[in-house]
């Protein structure tokens, strides 16, 4: 059985680097695509980019200068890191996993505050 | 960019009665087209891929049909754990895919 699991703080100072890592279990990261999304508080979901095949990335372009994803197959883990961080990234963040454009398994989410 | 609409924003249904979600696209997105469930405080649920493709574990009063731009989600014999929020994603243009606004499905 696929699972995923966000980690990481659930505050974050304005300027900083948000970091959160998704674990997966029942399944290798390799030769599949990873993805992450956000969802602000009260609003839609928001694609922030993807990793596959351990290393190939591409990012939304709204957010690609401050986003940096990767993984780790070692661990079985994939991670997202967002500098320059403001109130406006407040948001419930998800790791999904997509085959063939469909997000089939998500993690549980996990909220991460930007505030001082 | 693919706009997702989606109709009505608010749908008031009583337990047992059907409940049919619309989700318009501005462009064809051929059957490329998912419906998820969301509960507040849990992550979307992968309820219909391919348009009309029940995932693994989704009851049968679950529905989906359509193609290209109008599609239709129906929800037959809505129980108490169907009241939630309904999302179409269209992923034709994968990366990024796009989602609509949702629709909330309340009780009477």
């Known amino acids: 059985q696929v699972q995923l699991q966000e980690s990481g703080p659930g505050l974050v100072k304005p300027s900083e680097t948000l970091s959160l890592t998704c674990t997966v279990s029942?399944?290798?990261?390799?030769?599949?695509?990873w993805t992450w999304f956000r969802q602000p508080p009260g609003k839609g979901l928001e694609w922030i980019g993807y990793?596959?095949?351990?290393?190939?990335?591409n990012y939304n372009p709204s957010l690609k200068s401050r986003v940096t994803i990767s993984v780790d197959t070692s661990k079985n883990q994939f991670s997202l890191k967002l500098s320059s961080v403001t109130a406006a990234d407040t948001a419930v963040y998800y790791c999904?996993?997509?085959?063939?454009?469909?997000?089939?398994?998500w993690g549980q989410g996990t909220l991460v505050t930007v505030s001082s | 960019e693919i706009v997702m609409t989606q109709s009505p924003a608010t749908l008031s249904v009583s337990p047992g009665e059907r409940a049919t979600l619309s989700c318009r696209a501005s462009?064809?997105?051929?059957?490329?087209l998912a419906w998820f469930q969301q509960k507040p405080g849990q992550a979307p649920r992968l309820l219909i891929y391919?348009?009309?493709t029940r995932a693994t574990g989704i009851p049968a009063r679950f529905s989906g049909s359509g193609s290209g731009t109008e599609f239709t989600l129906t929800i037959s014999g809505l129980q108490s754990e169907d009241f939630a929020v309904y999302y179409c994603h269209q992923y034709n243009n994968w990366p990024p895919g796009t989602f609509g606004q949702g629709t909330n499905v309340e009780i009477k």
């Open positions: 029942g399944v290798s990261l390799s030769s599949y695509y």
């Open positions: 990793i596959y095949d351990r290393g190939n990335t």
């Open positions: 391919g348009a009309f």
């Open positions: 462009q064809s997105v051929s059957s490329n």
């Open positions: 999904a996993r997509v085959i063939s454009g469909v997000l089939f398994y």
